[in-house]
């Protein structure tokens, strides 16, 4: 519990640092409002925290920057091509994280950043995931997402 | 030196922009709320970080490029949640997909 | 430049008049709340960053999440009293 | 640099068609949203067409605001929906 809240401080600092620049008489604001936030966070979220591996948030850093790219790329060019090129869809994906716990949220969020899917309902045991071409591998391009989210998060004191 | 960072930033900020208008068209052509929220969000996210990229290699400071990037991760938070809200919304009131095939 | 000014001045005419002239409370809202951000942008154009940043949390953020709350309310009226009572001109 | 800010705000009146043309709420979240995001580039991009670096925290008030409207549209909705 101290632990995490001592990286949440520091966290928040970093934040506040970033953003209101290196004055020192902006801490008079600042310091007040970083220990608040940091407690408020530590106790919404209690002692089910989840550590992250820096290695596995590095390697995930990298993929998600060239995936969100790729997204990108690939959804102007169905945009601007005269004949749209869609096969939309609903795929449930089965979850293999647990739903109720932060990566799984994480996961939810992140697919609507990669080529070709957005996720609509994340459920008890699986998300409920629109694709816009169904001929694309969406299943195997998801469980590559979700192998790489499970490496990044180690579970926590909670677990 | 100094002026080829000028020429790369403007370059890449002018296809950030063109990201933006991609997304700008497929969310007018494309036929359901559930393709048109695919186009914005991941057009935007991408022309943002393409904007973002080509201010930092013009921003006097490099505390400038934190905040940069401070601001392109906090408009894909964004962007997530309320695109996922958006789709879980529309898919609750009953909104109908379009079905496959070329469109 | 000019052209940008004068895309902005007119986008936030169309917002303007479109927003107090809909017949359909949410899109005036929606329309309301996309006025503030456009108008948050004329202010940084002008050089007025401070202004900017009061017009995007106030004009486009809380204003807009208050308005929307106050149409949920009005909506939800007429079920709650289960009288039937014609409230559609809302 | 000005190509840029005319293609961003170019894209501005696209977010306007869709919000009046609808055709259901959802939608007209969504050209919410995408003025959100690019009002945020339009700033950006101002920001470094004038110098102004300050305009950069503009920006980031944007971005940190952005979702704001958008739950509360969804709340808003949620609740309607509710049975009674």
């Given at each position: 519990?101290?632990?995490?809240?001592?990286?949440?401080?520091?966290?928040?600092?970093?934040?506040?640092?970033?953003?209101?620049?290196?004055?020192?008489?902006?801490?008079?604001?600042?310091?007040?409002?970083?220990?608040?936030?940091?407690?408020?966070a530590?106790?919404?979220?209690?002692?089910?925290?989840?550590?992250?591996?820096?290695?596995?948030?590095?390697?995930?850093?990298?993929?998600?920057?060239r995936?969100?790219?790729?997204?990108?790329?690939?959804?102007?060019?169905?945009?601007?091509?005269?004949?749209?090129?869609?096969r939309?869809?609903?795929?449930?994906?089965?979850?293999?994280?647990?739903a109720?716990?932060?990566?799984?949220?994480?996961?939810?969020?992140?697919?609507?950043?990669?080529?070709?899917?957005?996720?609509?309902?994340?459920g008890?045991t699986s998300?409920?995931?629109?694709?816009?071409?169904?001929?694309?591998?969406?299943?195997?391009?998801?469980?590559?997402?979700?192998?790489?989210?499970?490496?990044?998060?180690v579970?926590?004191?909670?677990? | 030196?100094?002026?080829?960072?000028?020429?790369?930033?403007?370059?890449?900020?002018?296809?950030?922009?063109?990201?933006?208008v991609?997304?700008?068209?497929?969310?007018?052509?494309?036929?359901?709320?559930?393709?048109?929220?695919?186009?914005?969000?991941?057009?935007?996210?991408?022309?943002?970080?393409?904007?973002?990229?080509?201010?930092?290699?013009?921003?006097?400071?490099?505390?400038?490029?934190?905040?940069?990037?401070?601001?392109?991760?906090?408009?894909?938070?964004?962007?997530?949640?309320?695109?996922?809200?958006?789709?879980?919304?529309?898919?609750?009131?009953?909104?109908?997909?379009?079905?496959?095939?070329?469109? | 430049?000019?052209?940008?000014?004068v895309?902005?001045?007119?986008?936030?005419?169309v917002?303007?008049v479109?927003?107090?002239?809909?017949?359909?409370?949410?899109?005036?809202?929606?329309?309301?709340?996309?006025?503030?951000?456009?108008?948050?942008?004329?202010?940084?154009?002008?050089?007025?960053?401070?202004?900017a940043?009061?017009?995007?949390?106030?004009?486009?953020?809380?204003t807009?999440?208050?308005?929307?709350?106050?149409?949920?309310?009005?909506?939800?009226?007429?079920?709650e009293?289960?009288?039937?009572?014609?409230?559609?001109?809302? | 640099?000005?190509v840029?800010?005319?293609?961003?705000?170019?894209?501005?009146?696209?977010?306007?068609?869709?919000?009046?043309?609808?055709?259901?709420?959802?939608?007209?979240m969504?050209?919410?949203?995408?003025?959100?995001s690019?009002?945020?580039a339009?700033?950006?991009?101002?920001?470094?067409?004038?110098?102004?670096?300050?305009?950069?925290?503009?920006?980031l008030?944007?971005?940190?605001?952005?979702?704001?409207?958008?739950?509360?549209?969804?709340?808003?909705?949620?609740?309607a929906?509710?049975?009674?």
């Open positions: 519990m101290a632990v995490g809240v001592f990286w949440r401080v520091v966290f928040f600092a970093a934040l506040w640092w970033i953003w209101a620049g290196d004055k020192p008489a902006s801490w008079w604001f600042g310091a007040p409002a970083v220990l608040s936030a940091a407690f408020m530590a106790r919404r979220v209690g002692d089910e925290s989840h550590r992250v591996r820096m290695r596995g948030l590095g390697m995930f850093l990298i993929y998600f920057v995936a969100s790219f790729q997204g990108g790329v690939d959804v102007a060019w169905r945009a601007m091509s005269p004949r749209m090129r869609l939309p869809g609903f795929i449930e994906y089965p979850l293999r994280l647990d109720r716990r932060a990566p799984a949220v994480f996961f939810a969020n992140i697919i609507s950043l990669l080529p070709g899917t957005l996720s609509v309902e994340l008890e998300v409920m995931v629109h694709a816009i071409d169904l001929e694309a591998p969406v299943e195997a391009q998801l469980q590559e997402l979700e192998r790489r989210i499970a490496a990044m998060f579970a926590g004191e909670g677990a | 030196m100094e002026g080829v960072r000028e020429a790369l930033a403007v370059g890449v900020m002018v296809l950030g922009a063109l990201f933006f991609a997304g700008s068209v497929g969310m007018l052509r494309f036929p359901d709320v559930y393709t048109r929220l695919h186009a914005l969000t991941k057009a935007d996210n991408l022309g943002m970080g393409l904007l973002v990229f080509g201010l930092s290699l013009q921003a006097p400071g490099w505390q400038l490029v934190l905040k940069l990037v401070l601001i392109w991760i906090f408009v894909m938070i964004a962007g997530a949640i309320s695109c996922h809200l958006v789709a879980r919304e529309a898919y609750r009131q009953g909104v109908k997909p379009e079905q496959g095939g070329d469109l | 430049m000019i052209v940008f000014d895309v902005l001045m007119v986008t936030l005419w917002l303007a479109g927003a107090v002239s809909q017949a359909d409370l949410f899109k005036s809202v929606v329309l309301f709340v996309t006025m503030g951000v456009v108008v948050a942008v004329a202010w940084a154009r002008l050089g007025a960053a401070d202004l940043m009061v017009e995007v949390a106030v004009g486009a953020g809380i807009g999440a208050l308005f929307l709350n106050t149409l949920g309310h009005l909506e939800q009226r007429p079920g009293r289960g009288e039937g009572e014609d409230t559609s001109h809302l | 640099m000005i840029v800010a005319a293609l961003v705000l170019g894209s501005f009146s696209a977010a306007l068609i869709r919000i009046w043309r609808g055709p259901s709420g959802a939608d007209r969504m050209g919410a949203q995408l003025f959100g690019s009002g945020a339009t700033v950006l991009v101002l920001a470094a067409m004038l110098e102004d670096w300050s305009l950069i925290d503009v920006a008030v944007f971005a940190s605001l952005a979702a704001v409207t958008v739950v509360a549209f969804v709340e808003r909705t949620e609740r929906s509710m049975p009674q």
